[in-house]
């Protein structure tokens, strides 16, 4: 069992920065792939970024690409997501996933684990 605890969502103002945290416990971090999705209002969760199992390499959705980054500290069994540049439309609730034995996770229907989710709240 995995258990993920995220932080750090809040309120900003458009063009400010937020970080989000997300905590991981139960399984060697090094065999998790591990994600960032976010869920608008009456919308499926969909994929923001993600890093791969191994190897450290991160992908993006389009909508962020260049405006926020997906990195970990191995440690601290911790994901961030920085999040820069924010926009009125990346007001969502935010949630940390992960799957087993994978290389990535990009669909939120695949993973294995969720986080209780964080909002993050952009005023304009």
């Known amino acids: 069992q995995v258990q993920l605890v995220e932080s750090g969502g809040g309120l900003v103002q458009a063009g400010g920065s937020l970080r989000l945290s997300c905590a991981a416990s139960?399984?060697?971090?090094?065999?998790?792939?591990m994600a960032w999705f976010r869920q608008f209002p009456g919308k499926e969760r969909e994929f923001v970024a993600a890093?791969?199992?191994?190897?450290?390499?991160?992908y993006y959705a389009e909508s962020v690409k260049g405006r926020f980054t997906i990195s970990k500290d191995n440690a601290k069994n911790t994901i961030y997501l920085q999040m820069n540049t924010l926009k009125p439309e990346d007001t969502a609730v935010y949630y940390c996933a992960a799957k087993v034995a994978v290389l990535y996770l990009m669909r939120p229907d695949l993973a294995d684990y969720w986080g209780q989710g964080t909002q993050v709240t952009v005023s304009s």
């Open positions: 890093l791969r199992g191994t190897g450290g390499n991160t």
């Open positions: 139960g399984r060697t971090f090094g065999s998790l792939a």
